[in-house]
């Protein structure tokens, strides 16, 4: 049997439609347990309704069904108070008709009047004429009967009212209880999908975002656990797609070295004009191959973490450009560590800052954390992008024709490099044109990096 439920019934066991079969009829059983205990929860007898009839029972020392002889305490008292509520007055006067005595020698003294007293006087009101009315004590009572050496006998049913609001507690409780009982069971269930689906969403995003290094977990329900199967598979068919393609384009890249330096020495005998022009190709297809071979880089070596000041990493960048003549404007405000690959942040940033001095005379560096993540801001004072151009700026090879024409533009590689290093990072760049130049916003997350003012 067990080689059965493991084999052939353990998927359709562990599968959604049986989780949710489960939960109802687990829901519904706990409901009908609690409901049941519930109704079975009674007062006992010594609080169960007393009618006018069954006083009168009682008085003449006769068994009554609802409560046990045991359950009624009789005496003998020199005095009895006098009846006070309109409900006493009223029970007093119609059990001693019952009884054929006076009504001075009949008094009912009530042991609370929370128990119906404005049913009891309506009910003698409206059937006493007639001899049928028959109201109903629910609490606890004594009976006082005169008798002819002018004692006064008792009967008295007496009720622990404690008790009753402990059972009365007891049947609100027990509704209570059912809540607790089905709450955590539904919580259960739901963080047994919860899990699975939020690791495999995670999973998807990093997929999306170019990350295969982490499988999809294979866990919770059969059909999730098929689908992370099925998302595994294909993410190990688009990695090897990926690591292929990337060798292939660095090969290529690689191999067009040797054409080239071939090329330049068969010219060096050409003309001045015909060798220069050549030259100026060469160069361009040489810058072309570099940054081909950067961006396969970047895409096929694995992220090297390691924790680094932010602030220094921008200060040697601004300086630099410095050093070369750009007007880059930047001042280190506070020291943030984070962790990350030094070369592909150095190129991220180096990218960056070459797009914006290409197109810009200015360029204003300047970093701050925001929350969770570090926020990195190139702003140069050039001509912008054209806003239907900026959805496909990080696409390998684009270049925005209208204001960033090819003589200033380079081969369309930078921002690609850039963006797949932000996302190897796990981070983001955004690109905005903002009054007076063009933005690139490259936001990291930090994790536990640390701040300190300089």
Request: proline letters at 5%.
């Amino acid at each position: 049997m067990a080689p059965l439920v493991k084999g052939r019934l353990w998927p359709w066991l562990n599968s959604i439609r049986a989780h949710m079969i489960l939960l109802a009829l687990g829901t519904i059983a706990a409901i009908t347990a609690i409901n049941i205990i519930a109704i079975n929860i009674d007062y006992g007898p010594s609080s169960s309704p007393v009618s006018l009839y069954e006083m009168t029972r009682i008085v003449r020392g006769l068994e009554i069904v609802q409560i046990p002889p045991k359950l009624i305490e009789r005496g003998r008292v020199a005095q009895a108070p006098a009846s006070e509520g309109s409900a006493e007055r009223v029970i007093s006067r119609l059990l001693a008709a019952r009884l054929a005595l006076p009504e001075r020698d009949v008094r009912v003294r009530l042991q609370s009047d929370r128990y119906r007293p404005q049913v009891i006087v309506d009910e003698a009101r409206i059937y006493a004429d007639e001899g049928a009315a028959n109201p109903a004590l629910l609490g606890g009572f004594t009976i006082y009967i005169r008798q002819t050496d002018g004692a006064w006998h008792t009967h008295s049913r007496i009720v622990d009212y404690w008790q009753a609001r402990s059972v009365r507690f007891w049947r609100y409780a027990t509704y209570y209880l059912g809540i607790l009982i089905v709450l955590p069971l539904a919580m259960l269930f739901s963080a047994r999908f919860n899990r699975p689906v939020q690791a495999f969403a995670a999973s998807a995003d990093r997929i999306g975002a170019g990350r295969y290094d982490r499988p999809v977990p294979v866990a919770g329900p059969t059909e999730i656990r098929q689908a992370a199967v099925a998302l595994n598979d294909m993410q190990e068919r688009i990695a090897h797609l990926v690591r292929e393609r990337t060798a292939l384009v660095g090969a290529i890249a690689h191999d067009l070295r040797t054409p080239l330096s071939n090329l330049r020495f068969r010219i060096a005998n050409a003309d001045a004009e015909t060798r220069a022009s050549a030259e100026a190709e060469i160069r361009h297809m040489e810058q072309l191959i570099g940054s081909t071979l950067d961006y396969v880089d970047g895409e096929g070596r694995p992220l090297i973490a390691e924790p680094l000041d932010l602030g220094s990493l921008l200060q040697t960048l601004a300086d630099d450009c410095r050093d070369r003549g750009a007007n880059v404007a930047f001042v280190p405000t506070q020291k943030l560590t984070v962790r990350g690959d030094i070369i592909r942040l150095r190129r991220l940033f180096g990218n960056l800052m070459e797009n914006a001095l290409k197109f810009g005379s200015r360029v204003d560096l300047t970093y701050d954390r925001d929350g969770d993540a570090v926020v990195v801001d190139f702003v140069d004072d050039g001509p912008g992008m054209a806003e239907e151009d900026l959805p496909r700026a990080f696409d390998p090879f684009f270049r925005g024709e209208r204001s960033r024409n090819r003589s200033t533009g380079g081969i369309g590689l930078g921002l690609a490099i850039a963006e797949s290093a932000a996302r190897a990072h796990e981070g983001s760049i955004e690109l905005s044109n903002v009054p007076g130049g063009f933005r690139a916003r490259v936001r990291l997350p930090i994790g536990a990096a640390t701040a300190t003012a300089m």
